[in-house]
Structures are given as structure tokens and as C-alpha cells.
């Protein structure tokens, strides 16, 4: 049985904070392990400042239905990686076939990390994120893998795991490939169904009504004199500049001058579109210069002198 004992060098090596735990390199489940990707759950307990890895015991030693070590690492609220194993976990259990994970025994093919946060009213921490982010991309250059092999437990679970909650694994992976090509190469799409990433007011409705629309839906609101915006929120990853490109639906009777809001490193900039063409692709809206962290990025306003719904359905940021 193949083993990892390179484990928490690798991590230490990619900047991350590592705390190993007793006899990582010897404890682990009897049978095959041939890790090709990396998987990523949460704990659903709730952490915070004070009570970081409330979660830690349990994957160490399992419980009374599933034997640990049940995850390699565990991830704290402070981004801090508590290794616990260099061998197979009982994380996984059977995979269904996941981009280029094959359908097979979970534990043999993926190195977890258990992310504590209870993944219902609370999401993971941006330190947990960045920490994890780092992690994957390093173990995957292990690997020899790209970040396609990057995966999260709901889609790989044949039992209806909905873990992690609130990250959109696209965009994961999107930050992983980032992190592998030294942080230069980076794009990143928020849908209005992207889980923690766009918010809009009850006034904006949800509609499917166009075929031309990014996802299942899109949200729209009629215009008006007020700040009502709809937003983007966006982890980008240096002060740099990025593309910035819109999606939308075109509908003859939608809004002729719509405005979409790029908060720059200078301030808002609003660019005007016409979303009565041109729908169905993306549109680009320019080029700015955005700042480093995770937060709203761009905005569809509602604010418009012309008739007609606005809306709001995906944004891609791409550093260029
Ligand atoms: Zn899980």
C-alpha cells in the first residue's frame, strides 16, 4: 500500500501553516491507496476564532459507525492544515465518476481534506479557502495532475453529500489552475445561482424565460431612480488588470441602456449595455485594473433612463 509521507513538507513548502498529529505516517485504514486527485468536504461542525478544529478528534479517530482516520488533513478556521494521515481515510467512500475521476473506490483514489465549518449558516472561513486553494495545487504538482482532478464530495458522492457548501467548485479549480501557473494565469464566472457569490434584492425577479440565458436562470427587475444593484462578488487573486465580460439574455423588450458597475482600484466605472442584442455570449466590457481580495467586483444597476427589464445573469473575470 502506497503511503504519502511527503505530505506535510509539500504543504510547508507551499506557504501553508502545518500541524502534524501523533503517528501520522503509520495511521490509516487497511487497504489500497493510489491517490490521483484531492477531494475536498466539510466538517459540518461549527468553528470559529476560539474554537478553530472542533472536528479534529473525530476525523483522527473516527466514530462509532466509521473507523478514522477519517480525512489526511483537516483544515482550522485559520487556514492551519492538521495532518493526521499519509495513507487511505475513510472520507470518500464509493466515487461516482467526476471529470477525470473514474467511478470507483473513493479512498483509494483521493486525498481529503476536511474543511471545519458547518457548511448550513456558516461558509468556510477566506483563510480556509486561500490554505485550501494552496494545499490542492501543491499536492496535485505532486501528483503530477492538473486542477481538473480537483473535486468537491457532492460531486463525487453516490449517497447525496452536499459537501462543501457554498463554493463553487468551477471556481475552485479555476483558483487551483491559478496557483499551479504561479498565480498569472486566472478566470473566474459568477452566475446569479453561484452559492455565496451574487446578491440581489428581493425587488429583482427569477426568470427562465429566455433559452439564451447562463445557467438554469436569470434574475431581472424593472428600472428605477434608486441603488439597487445586483452584485458580483469576486476572490481576485493580485492588484492586476482583468477582462471584464458580461452574459445575458437578449429579449427585444429588455432595458436599451443598462448599466454594469466595475469597482476598480480608482473608483466605480459603469459601462452601458444593450440588452435587447447580443445575448446568449459573452460581451466584453473592458479592461480595469481590480484590487487584490474576495468581494463585490461588478454590479448590474437598476438605475437607467431606458425602458425595459435590466438584468443580471453571469460575470467572468479574466487577468490579463
Ligand atoms: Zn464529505
Redesign the pocket.
Known sequence: MATIPWLADVLRGAGIQVVTHGDWLNRMRPGSFSPIGVLW?HTAATSSATNPHPALNICINGRSDLPGPLCQALVDYHGVFHVISAGRCN?AGTARASGPIPAGDGNTMLIGWEIDYNGVNQEMTAAQYNASVAATAAVLKQLGKDASYARG?RETSTTG?I?PSFVDLNVMRSDVAAKMAGGTAWSAIVDNSTAGRFTASASWGVSSYSAQRYGADYRYADPVAASDAAWYKFNVPATASYRVEAWWPAVSGYNAGTPYIIATTTGNQTVYVDQRVNGGQWRNLGTFTLPAGDANRVAVSRWSGSAGYVIADAVRLTRV
Request: aromatic residues 0%.
Open positions: 468536504h472520507h464530495h453529500k459537501d
